[in-house]
């Protein structure tokens, strides 16, 4: 596995003089995607270039809505997510509008936290991180085309489920809830991203 300087390297060497350049972070549910592309955006900065974190959890619909459409028992699964706003967005970070503001899920409250953080036009590197970027299933598959270089995160799935049990119990869930979940929600967007997603220019 590269380190993450390597990595960074390797995507500025990838983006060369782009004054903006898509990064598509990729990985099933408890694969360490965020961590991944936070480590990621400070190795950037260190190596002085600009680079900020989208995530596209920010999309997710609200509990209302999913208890509106019976859906909230599968939170987390592809038809809980805005995707076509998640495509207007990442459209429009593309192109460079200056001052977009971006929603951020905010696990602590269970909800999307609007404008919560803003992607300038100076930002080079964009660093899109979420389970279904390549997946290879309508509408999700109008994203991959808007990356300009994607990184799938492998993990085994005994390793996933560990980690997803240590999430749902450190917030404040027993351990039948959280077994109950993973089996009947997590485990099944676990293997559609490992199935159904197309191939990434880097595997780690």
């Not at 990595?7 to 961590?35: D, E, H, N, W, Y």
């Not at 936070?38 to 600009?50: D, F, I």
């Not at 038809?79 to 495509?87: Q, S």
Request: net charge negative.
């Amino acid at each position: 596995m590269p380190t993450k300087e390597e990595l960074a390297s390797l995507i500025c060497q990838k983006a060369g003089g782009a004054l903006r350049f898509m990064v598509g972070i990729v990985g099933p549910p408890g694969a360490g995607k965020s961590t991944i592309a936070e480590a990621l955006r400070e190795a950037l900065v260190a190596q002085g270039e600009s680079a900020i974190v989208v995530p596209m959890d920010g999309f997710h619909f609200d509990d209302a809505v999913l208890n509106a459409r019976g859906h909230r028992p599968r939170k987390g699964a592809p038809f809980t997510f805005d995707v076509l706003g998640f495509e207007v967005l990442l459209k429009r970070i593309k192109a460079r509008e200056p001052d977009i503001a971006i929603p951020v899920f905010d696990r602590s409250m269970e909800l999307s936290r609007a404008g919560a953080d803003i992607v300038t036009d100076e930002a080079k590197f964009i660093l899109v991180e979420g389970n279904y970027l390549l997946l290879k299933s309508a509408p999700w598959d109008r994203l991959k085309p808007l990356f300009d270089f994607t990184i799938f995160i492998e993990v085994p799935e005994a390793e996933l489920e560990s980690r997803l049990m240590g999430r749902i119990l450190a917030h404040g869930h027993d351990a039948a809830y959280a077994k109950n979940w993973i089996a009947s929600n997590d485990m099944l967007n676990i293997r559609e991203v490992q199935s159904n997603s197309a191939k990434a220019d880097v595997v780690i």
